[in-house]
């Protein structure tokens, strides 16, 4: 707590996140701006599993994970399902699995429409893209340029990223099986061009074709605290705080009748005060998805009609705090298959399990060195499906993806217990442009109490339709002949799921998150966003207030059809911008 003693004159304030550590970054490059970051977790992340890349299914439900859960989900029959969220430096960068993915044109020019500000669109937001980037060498350091394109990638910025390296057995099924079937799963060199959909290319004398693309560099996980606050540590404006929770923004006056939030409070781990620090600048909420609204509205920042019925003293009515939760629900279809060389030995073999980590632990290669999955695809249900005669398509346009593909060299499921033996491949179908919605809401006025979190997954016709369809297009798939001599038997759904009646029982049965929980304090301008108009200005301010920003996940307007980490990334680097602009730096 010494350093906090000069921090009276700090220029800005906020908390980590994914969000959080671009700002910590981009503005203490300016010298006449302080920063304090405030995290509420512990600053462990470098600890081995969440460096080594396999070991992510290690980190949801341990010590780096607050472990919400959400309510009862109507579309799933009733099950709440654990909702994962970071809870060390880095946020949920330092849990997540790492895909690499800045969304489509099509998901930009949407923000673009509906916040009337043309600087969030695909082709004003390329130069933020581009600085994000370090294109890298995989882990086995082979050529990487058949394998995307490398034109449209940056190579001097802070985020390294690469495709897969180590080979596994799957990879000449899958890389071949999309020529076969190339009418609807069509080519696509690299789906970060800003049109997502297809998969890659097939040259057969190479390891290549619709590779993922993982935050991995020198066969280690790179996440917002590497690529961002490392490299920003030893500058003498930057101040970080651990294991502290912020409990409240506090009012601190009124400017041209707005109130002013100033100030904020927060509690230490192990000391008993709760201390209230003042900005002189700014306060930046980058708490996540969940907290961040949760905290506004505990701040008495949210909708009147509904903080008033918790006996909240409301300081700023503003609608959709806490509203227009977007998330991509998951599914995972499981096969046998014709070897004994798989990635799920490593789960039931202990001594099998040994040699990797020796060989990670030595060299940074090697079979730990991958994502959940070597190959992943986005897609979209064809423009004449029946599900389009009466409902609108959600999705941004015709480069964003309604459903994703992600093959995996072993069993995945989030609902069944793992076989103890065999070996499998497992296909997940994400369903990537969701119509349902949901909300975040108060149990309790206590701030260290979890919020009400409430997606309502599968919760519409067309998310149940499209999660139906990605399903059966993963079965198509399945069967072309490339696979012919590995695959050997659906086992999980299999028989008990043909029908559309079966399909669906299994789809409430068994639907996951793929934990991209975004859009709880959308920017919009009144009267066009989708529900209330949004909670944000176009520069990320809170509606109805002076001096105080979100920059994380909750901001999004829409969720885009992609991993939603680059997205997070891509709207800091140009919130940390305009603020950049507001305070004269650079
Ligand atoms: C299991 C999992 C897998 C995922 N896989 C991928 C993937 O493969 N690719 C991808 O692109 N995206 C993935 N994501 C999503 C991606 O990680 C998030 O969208 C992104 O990190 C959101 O950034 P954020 O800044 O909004 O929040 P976060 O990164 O979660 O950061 C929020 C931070 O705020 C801190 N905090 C919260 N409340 C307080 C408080 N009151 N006081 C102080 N600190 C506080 C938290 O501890 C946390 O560190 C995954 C997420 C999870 C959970
Ligand atoms: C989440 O659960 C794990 C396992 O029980 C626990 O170690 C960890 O402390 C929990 N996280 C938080 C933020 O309490
Ligand atoms: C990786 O490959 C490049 C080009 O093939 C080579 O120049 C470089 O030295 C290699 N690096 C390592 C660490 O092997
Ligand atoms: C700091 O914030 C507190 C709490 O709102 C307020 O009472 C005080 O006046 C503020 N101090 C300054 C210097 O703004
Ligand atoms: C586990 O792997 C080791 C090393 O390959 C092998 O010798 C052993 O038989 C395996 N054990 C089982 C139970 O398969
Ligand atoms: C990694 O190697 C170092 C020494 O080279 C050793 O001390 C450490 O225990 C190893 N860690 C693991 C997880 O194998
Ligand atoms: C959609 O069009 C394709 C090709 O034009 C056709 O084969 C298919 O039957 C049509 N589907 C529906 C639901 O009309
Ligand atoms: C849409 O049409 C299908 C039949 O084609 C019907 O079952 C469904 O109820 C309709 N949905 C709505 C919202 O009208
Ligand atoms: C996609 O393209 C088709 C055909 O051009 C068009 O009818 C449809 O409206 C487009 N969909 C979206 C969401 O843009
Ligand atoms: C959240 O959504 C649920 C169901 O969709 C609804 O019943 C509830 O009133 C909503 N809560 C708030 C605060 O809007
Ligand atoms: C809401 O609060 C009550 C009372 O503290 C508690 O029993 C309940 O588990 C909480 N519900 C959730 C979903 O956290
Ligand atoms: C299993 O793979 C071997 C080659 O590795 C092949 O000879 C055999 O036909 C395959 N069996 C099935 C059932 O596909």
Not at 308 to 319: A, F, H
Not at 322 to 335: K, V
Not at 510 to 536: D, E, I, S
Request: glycine share 8%.
């Amino acid at each position: 707590m010494s350093k906090l003693s000069t921090g009276i004159h700090l220029f800005i304030l906020f908390l980590d996140g994914a969000g959080g550590s671009v700002v910590a970054n981009r503005l203490t490059k300016c010298p006449s701006t302080r920063i304090l970051l405030i995290e509420a977790g512990s600053s462990d992340f470098d600890n081995l599993n969440t460096e080594v890349p396999s070991f992510a299914p290690r980190l949801t439900g341990s010590q780096f994970d607050w472990n919400f859960t959400t309510l009862p989900q109507p579309g799933l029959h009733g099950r709440s399902i654990d909702y994962a969220q970071g809870f060390v430096l880095g946020g949920s960068t330092a849990i997540n699995v790492m895909a690499y993915c800045r969304g489509s044109k099509d998901d930009y020019d949407r923000w673009a429409w509906v916040t009337d500000d043309e600087g969030w669109s695909w082709n004003s937001l390329q130069p933020y893209i581009h600085k994000i980037e370090n294109l890298s060498p995989p882990a086995d350091n082979h050529s990487i340029i058949d394998e995307i394109d490398v034109l449209i990638h940056g190579s001097g910025g802070p985020v390294s990223f690469s495709l897969p390296g180590q080979l596994l057995p799957t990879d000449e099924h899958a890389i071949n099986a999309p020529s076969e079937l190339s009418t609807e799963f069509p080519f696509n060199l690299d789906y970060n061009s800003g049109d997502t959909i297809g998969l890659g290319p097939v040259l057969l004398h190479k390891n290549n074709g619709w590779l993922n693309i993982v935050q991995i560099a020198k066969g280690q996980r790179v996440t917002s605290a590497a690529a961002y606050l490392i490299p920003a540590m030893s500058r003498p404006n930057l101040d970080i705080i651990v294991n502290s929770q912020v409990t409240k923004i506090l009012q601190t006056g009124t400017k041209d009748g707005q109130p002013v939030f100033s100030a904020i409070q927060f509690y230490t781990v192990g000391e008993p005060e709760i201390y209230t620090i003042n900005a002189s600048k700014e306060i930046i909420i980058s708490a996540g998805a969940i907290k961040t609204p949760q905290l506004l509205m505990l701040s008495g920042i949210g909708e009147k009609d509904y903080l008033s019925t918790l006996g909240i003293d409301v300081l700023v009515d503003v609608l959709d705090v806490g509203q227009n939760l977007q998330d991509h629900p998951l599914t995972t279809i499981s096969w046998t298959v014709n070897s004994t060389n798989t990635l799920d030995n490593i789960r039931t073999n202990k001594t099998l399990a040994a040699q990797p980590l020796q060989q990670w632990n030595a060299t940074h290669t090697g079979g730990l060195t991958l994502g959940p999955g070597n190959q992943l695809a986005w897609l979209r249900l064809p423009n004449n499906a029946t599900i389009f005669k009466n409902n609108t398509d959600p999705s941004a346009g015709n480069r964003s993806a309604h459903y994703e593909f992600i093959v995996t060299d072993s069993f995945v499921s989030f609902s069944q217990p793992f076989p103890s033996a065999g070996n499998f491949f497992t296909m997940f179908s994400n369903l990537v442009s969701p119509s349902s919605c949901g909300n975040i809401s108060l149990n309790s006025t206590d701030p260290f109490a979890h919020p009400l979190i409430q997606p309502n997954i599968l919760q519409t016709e067309f998310d149940i339709f499209t999660m139906h369809e990605a399903i059966k297009a993963a079965r198509r798939f399945m069967r072309a002949k490339s696979w012919s001599d590995w695959i050997i038997e659906e086992t999980s759904p299999s028989s008990e799921a043909q029908t559309d009646e079966e399909i669906e029982e299994y789809i409430k049965n068994t639907c996951f998150t793929v934990n991209h929980v975004t859009c709880t304090v959308p920017m919009g301008k009144n009267g066009q966003a989708r529900r209330g108009g949004g909670a944000l200005n176009p520069d990320l301010s809170v509606k109805g207030t002076v001096g105080l920003r979100v920059v994380d996940a909750s901001a999004f307007p829409f969720i885009p059809a992609a991993h939603t980490q680059v997205p997070t990334y891509i709207l800091s680097e140009r919130a940390s911008d305009i603020m950049q602009e507001v305070y004269n730096c650079e």
